[in-house]
């Protein structure tokens, strides 16, 4: 079976291609300006060359026709016709309260996503926009909803419950729902495969540091906490979203200046986190760049969002009673050693002693490391995550009749012999690049010779 997976931003669609018999990617793609001029998509099939392609896409309808046809190129594509596609799933970053599990698409789930837009003006509509045109590009296959909020559902009352009046929650819904779910399933189900431990006798501190960044507390398999709150604006610091803050401060501001509701909710969003610190930067690279040639802000934005990590992994060992490991993933997670090394700095009377010399081997997608010292009772691990694969798997198995919430169901990659064969196929560039880094990759226990 082949399955297609699709990301459906606000300007963009990310797709990849999947083939479930013989569990490799087929290929991975996006579509970059969409309803913007200067559309393009960036295709990328193994051993074929990357495909780069300006192409005019005012809505994600032409996006989605954009990679069915170029799925299907004679010379640049992956399958014969999109006949060979035999379901499609969709990440959406709000389900509210009712999702508890991905779900096939109909109607009347497309409207519940509709109902609760208000909850994520900047994700919801564009994944909605998303499956509606890949309904109406392939009306024939299954489309199944793969949501952020899903993983969050088992926190307790005491942990989303804001200090609000009680009727915001019961009338509107104001409550904390958490997002990166994809990402937290995957990265606390490998971390117990590393630990050798069973998945629900597992606590985890979860760190997925990138554009938007988030962090889970996980205990005894579950989330019970996490940073994010009613939207993904609450919590650390991230490339535009400001996190934590005073709630006065818009207020104090607005009044100040005569900013508007407006202004202040796109300075908020798009002009504040390590952009607000920096003033000119977003990109973790080009921080650490300007901090190396002596930039105070920029070296302040280190420091800044490294602490804020910080003091959400100590928080979170309290919720959970002890933690067994700290997992960083995402962009920044996965290759910013230097946020990396701020955020444990000082937790070795937790358990937790970084090795300098391991975080800053540790800068691949290819492989799972671990960057504490071999004494650390607690250990750190860089997961690069799957979402994809999450995706995939939901998928499949739901158009099987055979999914369930995720303690009920058992997933590829939880197994200790679980092999990604194209990043395995990929580790030995990086570990050429990098002398030292095959050494802190990890092997799960139950696999050991």
Request: charge should be negative.
């Amino acid at each position: 079976m082949i399955i297609l997976t699709l990301n459906c931003g606000s300007s963009s669609a990310k797709y990849q291609l999947y083939d479930w018999s013989t569990k490799k990617g087929l290929a991975t793609g996006i579509v970059e300006r969409v309803g913007i001029e200067g559309s393009v998509i960036i295709h990328k099939v193994p051993g074929k060359e990357e495909l780069k392609v300006l192409h005019p896409c005012p809505s994600h309808v032409e996006a989605i026709q954009l990679i069915m046809d170029t799925l299907v190129d004679p010379e640049k594509g992956a399958i014969a016709s999109m006949d060979e596609v035999k379901a499609v799933g969709h990440r959406v970053v709000h389900g509210g309260e009712k999702f508890k599990k991905s779900v096939i698409v109909d109607d009347a789930v497309l409207e519940e996503f509709r109902s609760i837009q208000s909850l994520a003006p900047l994700h919801n509509p564009a994944n909605i926009m998303g499956i509606e045109a890949a309904r109406t590009v392939l009306p024939g296959v299954p489309h199944c909803a793969i949501m952020d909020t899903a993983w969050h559902q088992t926190m307790p009352s005491m942990a989303y419950t804001y200090a609000l009046p009680y009727s915001w929650y019961r009338d509107h819904g104001v409550r904390r729902y958490g997002f990166h779910g994809t990402s937290f399933l995957y990265t606390a189900k490998r971390a117990a495969v590393l630990l050798g431990k069973d998945p629900f006798e597992t606590n985890v501190v979860i760190a997925h540091i990138g554009n938007g960044a988030s962090v889970c507390a996980v205990k005894n398999g579950v989330s019970v906490d996490t940073s994010m709150g009613l939207t993904p604006l609450e919590g650390l610091i991230m490339g535009t979203r400001c996190g934590d803050i005073d709630p006065a401060i818009p207020f104090y501001m607005m009044n100040r200046t005569g900013m508007s509701p407006a202004d202040m909710e796109n300075t908020l969003n798009k002009k504040s986190g390590v952009l607000g610190i920096t003033e000119r930067f977003v990109d973790r690279r080009d921080i650490e760049d300007a901090a190396a040639q002596g930039d105070e802000l920029a070296q302040l934005s280190i420091d800044a969002e490294g602490y804020r990590i910080r003091k959400y992994i100590g928080a979170y060992a309290a919720a959970t009673g002890g933690i067994d490991a700290v997992v960083f993933t995402a962009g920044v997670g996965e290759r910013g050693p230097q946020v990396r090394t701020v955020a444990l700095r000082g937790l070795s009377y937790m358990g937790i002693t970084i090795d300098e010399e391991r975080n800053e081997l540790s800068m691949t997608r290819n492989a799972e490391t671990v960057i504490t010292t071999d004494d650390s009772p607690v250990k750190a691990f860089v997961i690069p995550t799957d979402e994809e694969l999450v995706m995939t798997e939901d998928t499949y198995a739901l158009v099987q009749g055979t999914y369930d919430v995720h303690t009920n169901f058992t997933y590829s990659f939880q197994k200790p012999d679980y092999v990604n064969a194209e990043r395995a196929a990929s580790v030995g560039k990086d570990c050429a690049k990098r002398p030292g880094l095959d050494k802190i990759i990890v092997t799960p226990p139950a696999s050991k010779a």
